[in-house]
């Protein structure tokens, strides 16, 4: 196939029993950077991000609101829409799982399965937690002091018995390992992939993937007494987005294998182990990477409804402004790990590497140049050891941040990033441009034109972070929409000497603390 490389990057599909909170604003963010920082790097992105709307969770949660399930999901699905407006993502489709062209996804893999011999009838008995969407076994399972059980999660579990389809999950667990084993870059973080391999060894059950005790799915082909498992339904989605059961369609082929499913840790098992093994079973290919990362607390406490501390992802907008929030949540914790939102964090990081780091070097950059250059670029004379050193270092940050990138470890990204800004601040002092002015012209109009081509390559290299900010930082340095891409980046295309500059504005304000939202705590 021709033309650019492909690049396909998915998010769960969300829950509509809830509003949309932090861990859902956070999973969507990370691949929102990814396919920003991909489009500029020339690959041709498919993002998709949608809603997991089946199952008996959601049957029940429509029914306590009084309205039909298909009702209810259209609203609730709505507000996961508004979210990714609301944060700027720019997912290229948004899936559900109660569209047609689901259904016929789910079927046609169904069928596929069936003709593989690769799902039986039997009947099931366990313990299932409605919440979880999971059976549990008794193992699993503590007793909570009224004698109801309860699953690791702390759902309530009930006994159910009824007839199910199974898929022959144990038939794979050695071809998953060697699959692992041929990959071992498939699951990341590492520490991930060992919990993953160890479940796999320790031996794996035939899966039940119907359900007769609700309604609110999607049919078994030729049974409706049974509805599928949700799980099954709802990782098809990756499929179904990309066109199949047209697997021969261009867009099936461009776009499958994904790159990346985007997960939190709760769901990696689903992704890492049920999907490929549905996948290989089917004769489809495995997706390339499965990425789980950590979870927040809030100010040290867990997450919970019960405990009403869920951070609304507005409320922290309006507070902070969307791309200080957008920095913060990827750049405080190592990503992969768990994290606390705190208020303090987050004014650190906004006051800190924004408004005195970032915000700085640009704005001093800038003023100088509109005080002492006529507000034009300046022109480069002679380039002395430290100019090149900075302009150098600059340079490498594309590689740099691109091979980070690839391991989805935006952390080190940003703080390779921020050696720069640091060290364009360093430069400024030690050079001390200010003071040149009646010294030595010439070569103050050097050093401001290093220090403009240094912002603008962070400027760049930001944009899938900070796409708002970043793109007023550009327009203050007057680089054309067209040269906004990685294909712009460094010094062959700088801007030229003798363009007018807007006249500069400060671009993060520093954050008083008083003005801090603290409703959302
Ligand atoms: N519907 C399933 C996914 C099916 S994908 C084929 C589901 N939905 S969910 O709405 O419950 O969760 C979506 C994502 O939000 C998960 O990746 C989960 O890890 C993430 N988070 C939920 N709470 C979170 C935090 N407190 N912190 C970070 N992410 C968290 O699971």
Redesign the pocket.
Known sequence: MSGPKAYYVT??????N?KP????A??TLACDVLARFKRLDGFDVKFLTG??EHGQKVEKSAAAAGVAPKDFTDRVSQNFRDLAAFMGYTNDDFIRTTEERHYRSVQALWNKLVEKDEIYLGSYAGWYAVRD?AFFAESELTTRPDGKKIAPSGAEVEWVEEPSYFFRLSQWGDRLLAFYDANPDFILPPSRRNEVMSFVKGGLQDLSVSRTSFKWGIPVPGDDAHIMY??LD?????ITAVGYPDDKSDSYRRYWPADL???????VR??AVY?PAFLMAAGLEPPKRVF???????EGQ??SKSLGNV?DPVKLVETYGLDPVRYFLLREVPFGN??DFSHKAMIGRLNGDLANDLGNLAQRSLSMIAKNCGGAMPEAGPLTDEDKALLDDAGRLLGDVRSRLDVQAFHEALDRIWLVVRAANAYVDRQAPWALRKTDPARMATVLSVLAETVRNLALILQPFMPTSMGRMLDQLAAPTSARTFASFGPDHATAAGTPLPKPEGIFPRFVEEEAGKGDS
């Open positions: 998010t769960p599909i969300y829950y509509v809830d909170h932090i861990g859902h956070y999973t809603t997991d969407e949700v799980w709802a990782l098809t989605n990756y499913h985007m997960v939190g840790k709760d769901i689903f992704h999907w789980a990362h950590g979870w927040w607390t809030n867990k997450i951070i768990d994290g």
